[in-house]
T-cell receptor, first 107, second 115 residues
Framework: AQRVTQPEKLLSVFKGAPVELKCNYS??????LFWYVQYSRQRLQLLLR??SRESIKGFTADLNKGETSFHLKKPFAQEEDSAMYYC?????????FGKGTRLSVIA | ETGVTQSPTHLIKTRGQQVTLRCSSQ?????VSWYQQALGQGPQFIFQ???????GRGNFPPRFSGLQFPNYSSELNVNALELDDSALYLC??????????????FGPGTRLTVL
């Protein structure tokens, strides 16, 4: 079975502080992992995917197969990063989402 | 290039009724996926259509059905509505070949309320 766990419902950080949004997954095969983001009053959009190995808006995520994790990190949080973040896995089905973490960056 | 559009924006139905939700794919995309997002939850995969054929289905009962048309637009039909069907329904389109899953582009969603 495919499963994605995001343990934190809400994460509040101060502007300029480091951010880490946790994501753990369960899948027996080789998964594709994604982070999707939803800013206020906007639609869900792709932030980054592990196979691209990109840094988008200062965010990075490394797939750790040993720990089955795909945590999202940013060294210095900005107010515009406040949003809902979803970790998602693509294995046997297009996307299995976690429940999401709301990131609130405090000025 | 136009993005994914969905209609209607909001809908209120009563238990036992039937509903049809519509989605227009992003230009050039041949695959449509539907998701249900209950309050406080992440989107949950309902099914996907590729070239007018169902190409994968999540854990939803048969009263959830769909169609994809030659222009790649799509419909989600739900029969015998239940209170728990109240949710945001998201449509996502992508350019895919067979079972390879590429980046999905989401629509704004249709908010369904079942009374």
């Amino acid at each position: 079975a495919q499963r994605v766990t995001q343990p934190e419902k809400l994460l509040s950080v101060f502007k300029g502080a480091p951010v880490e949004l946790k994501c753990n997954y369960s899948y027996s095969g080789s998964p594709e992992l994604f982070w999707y983001v939803q800013y206020s009053r906007q639609r869900l959009q792709l932030l980054l995917r592990h196979i691209s190995r990109e840094s988008i808006k200062g965010f990075t995520a490394d797939l750790n197969k040993g720990e089955t994790s795909f945590h999202l990190k940013k060294p210095f949080a900005q107010e515009e990063d406040s949003a809902m973040y979803y970790c998602a896995l693509s294995g046997n089905t297009p996307l299995v989402f976690g429940k999401g973490t709301r990131l609130s960056v405090i000025a | 290039e136009t993005g994914v559009t969905q209609s209607p924006t909001h809908l209120i139905k009563t238990r036992g009724q039937q509903v049809t939700l519509r989605c227009s794919s992003q230009s050039g995309h041949n695959t449509v996926s539907w998701y249900q997002q209950a309050l406080g939850q992440g989107p949950q995969f309902i099914f996907q259509y590729y070239r007018e054929e169902e190409n994968g289905r999540g854990n939803f009962p048969p009263r959830f059905s769909g169609l994809q048309f030659p222009n790649y637009s799509s419909e989600l039909n739900v029969n015998a509505l239940e209170l728990d069907d109240s949710a945001l329904y998201l449509c996502a389109s992508s350019l895919a070949s067979g079972r390879s899953y590429n980046e999905q582009f989401f629509g704004p969603g249709t908010r369904l309320t079942v009374l």
